[in-house]
């Protein structure tokens, strides 16, 4: 019997061995001597066992392994920089077709990426061992050469995720996209989601979650907590696990931008604090033990500028045409011991990680803790801190 690696699957040199089933979004940490047997199947001739029949059967039923044979590109697998960039987000235009009112990007500059940086971009991404592509805007599908740039986007080894509005998506375009995920912003129930994207949007983007549902791709829904959607969070819950979504990540948007236009739809820490705990699911991109949020995490802007996420993007390290691997490097890690919150002992430092640094250092100065995640977890009342 031989045995080939699933096309759906990639080897993933990090800071250990691994492989990733990107349909799946599962990354599986792998011993040397497994590692090397799956990069042996890797090949187009396949191999025959010679580890524990228990792993064989275990990579079988996962999917890592298929019996029949199949002939993918498979990009060489090279030690990955430690820290490892895992998750790419990739601004590819900042244009956009609504005018939400908290929106972080203020004035559209119709600016966007080349077709050749998106190239080499994704190029440099796998070759750092990358996992997940997140293709963002403004509203991506804006991009004035978009099917050129969907194009670019097959037979990459990491996952694709597309985040969206909606509002430009037909059955057509749903059938086209190279991607295994579309995430969408829903920001509540009617209500609550066109308070902050205008009047009949909430009915188009659920129209087209269900689109992309009935077209067999995985969707993901984000949601921001605002003034006008805190009484519809139990309902957003009981629709979503109904339409089997993939991941609901529910957060606080940073004061910066139009909402800064806006500040009827800011809540206070001790109130948003609590819709924190509404979600499910892993997210899109996490970190690792010791570290705060966003250690494997990278952004590009639609001018090219690479910063460690689209918060900062008025700080940039670097501009992409020196190359993914130059720029990530200057991206320096933030160690939780540097943290405030490391003073006083938190039990939750190892699950919030201090919660978003860029709302903690904007609205506390930098090192400070970030209210809402403190008020999520209750720390605050339960502990006698004060803000």
């Known amino acids: 019997m031989k045995y080939y690696l699933s096309p759906d699957a990639a080897l993933k040199w990090l800071e250990d061995y691994a492989v990733y089933d990107?349909?799946?979004?599962?990354?599986?940490?792998?011993d040397e001597d497994a590692f090397s047997f799956l990069k042996r199947c890797s090949d187009d001739e396949g191999c025959t066992a010679n580890v524990d029949a228990g792993f064989i059967e275990y990579c079988l039923s996962e999917g890592i392994l298929v019996t029949e044979k199949t002939v993918v590109r498979r990009p060489p697998v090279i030690k990955s920089h430690t820290p490892s960039l895992r998750y790419l987000e990739l601004q590819i235009t900042d244009r956009c077709n609504l005018r939400c009112r908290h929106c972080y990007i203020d004035n559209s500059l119709n600016r966007e990426l080349s077709l050749s940086d998106i190239s080499r971009i994704l190029s440099d991404f796998e070759e750092m061992q990358g996992l997940r592509l997140l293709i963002t805007g403004g509203e991506p599908l804006m991009h004035t050469e978009f099917r050129a740039v969907n194009s670019l986007l097959s037979g990459f080894g990491f996952r694709k995720i597309v985040f969206t509005n909606g509002m430009l998506l037909n059955k057509h375009m749903l059938k086209e996209l190279n991607v295994e995920e579309i995430q969408f912003s829903v920001d509540g129930m009617e209500h609550g989601h066109d308070m902050l994207r205008g009047k009949g949007s909430y009915a188009i983007v659920m129209r087209k979650v269900n689109e992309a549902l009935d077209a067999g791709i995985c969707v993901s829904i984000a949601t921001m907590v605002h003034s006008g959607n805190t009484g519809e969070f139990d309902e957003m819950n009981e629709l979503f696990m109904g339409l089997n979504i993939k991941d609901w990540t529910v957060d606080v948007p940073c004061i910066t931008a139009n909402l800064k236009d806006n500040p009827d739809l800011s809540l206070p820490p001790d109130i948003a604090g609590r819709y924190l705990n509404y979600g499910f699911g892993d997210g899109l991109h996490g970190?690792?033990?010791?570290?705060?949020?966003?250690?494997h995490l990278m952004s590009v802007t639609a001018s090219g500028d690479a910063c460690k996420c689209a918060f900062y993007r008025n700080s940039p390290r670097g501009h992409v045409k020196e190359g993914l691997k130059k720029v990530w490097q200057r991206i320096v890690p933030v160690s939780l011991d540097q943290l405030e919150c490391s003073d006083v002992r938190c039990q939750f430092m190892d699950t919030c990680r201090g919660g978003c640094r860029y709302r903690a250092e904007t609205m506390w100065g930098e090192q400070k803790r970030d209210l809402y995640k403190c008020y999520s977890y209750g720390i605050i009342e339960n502990k006698g801190m004060k803000p």
């Not at 990107?22 to 792998?30: G, K, N």
């Not at 970190?287 to 250690?295: K, M, P, T």
């Open 22 to 30: 990107i349909r799946r979004d599962e990354l599986y940490e792998l």
């Open 287 to 295: 970190s690792s033990a010791g570290y705060a949020c966003g250690l």
